[in-house]
């Protein structure tokens, strides 16, 4: 039962334009969210996360949006950069499990940012 | 300045052989996790721990032991690998698991393979 899912497994945008990855998720009890970025032959490294308590998290080029009644949470980049191009994975936390730290994963998006 | 150092980087072995992954962090971090990635899965939850000598399960603890005698190191061990145990193995670490404002950190993963 994937409770974190990510649709798309791949979009390719133009150099530029907006890119727009997107997250569901099902458990009610998710208070934490984040995309993590991951390049080929590497670790995922951590780009931007988002409490429940807030609805839109900004950083530089990206954006966090976050709708909880829809349990839907997407990225955006703007404007999209060829050195952009990975596996986006979205992750998900309950601050009730004791641990904050445990992550739930969706299965990853593979952005192609094209010239 | 490491981070994450994960050791191997690759790994054939044959089924019933037993094998430990070695994980390291030098930015004395309190929470160490191990991951799995398979292909369509996203990273699913071995094992973690919240600090040296407490060790707890995630999602897909079987066929997996993990020990925390330090601070700095969190090796997973296979006791008697099965064909199902071939994946990417990825550890991390963050400062707390109690915080959602320190993110973790991953190594650069284990690419493992179950003859």
């Known amino acids: 039962d994937q409770q974190v899912k990510q649709n798309s497994p791949s979009l390719s945008v133009q150099e530029g334009r907006i890119s727009i990855l997107n997250c569901d998720y099902t458990?009610?009890?998710?208070?934490?969210f984040l995309w993590y970025k991951k390049y080929p032959a590497e670790g995922p490294t951590f780009l931007i996360s988002i409490s429940s308590i807030k609805d839109k998290n900004e950083d530089g080029r990206f954006t966090v949006f976050l709708n909880k009644s829809a349990k839907h949470l997407s990225l955006h980049i703007v404007p999209s950069q060829p050195g952009d191009s990975a596996v986006y994975f979205c992750?998900?936390?309950?601050?009730?499990?004791?641990?904050?730290?445990?992550?739930?994963f969706g299965t990853g998006t593979r952005l192609q940012v094209t010239l | 300045n490491a981070g994450v150092t994960q050791t191997p980087k690759f790994q054939v072995l044959k089924t019933g052989q037993s094998m430990t992954l070695q994980c390291a962090q030098d930015m004395n971090h309190e929470y160490m996790s191990w991951y799995r990635q398979d292909p369509g899965m996203g990273l699913r939850l071995i094992h973690y721990s919240v600090g040296a000598g407490i060790t707890d399960q995630g999602e897909v603890p079987n066929g997996y032991n993990v020990s925390r005698s330090t601070t700095e190191d969190f090796p997973l061990r296979l006791l008697s690998a099965a064909p199902s145990q071939t994946s990417v193995y990825f550890c991390?670490?963050?400062?707390?698991?109690?915080?959602?404002?320190?993110?973790?950190?991953f190594g650069d993963g284990t690419r493992l393979s179950i003859l």
């Open positions: 458990n009610s009890m998710f208070d934490y």
């Open positions: 991390a670490s963050s400062y707390s698991g109690q915080d959602h404002n320190q993110p973790q950190h």
């Open positions: 992750a998900a936390s309950a601050t009730d499990t004791g641990t904050a730290s445990k992550l739930t």
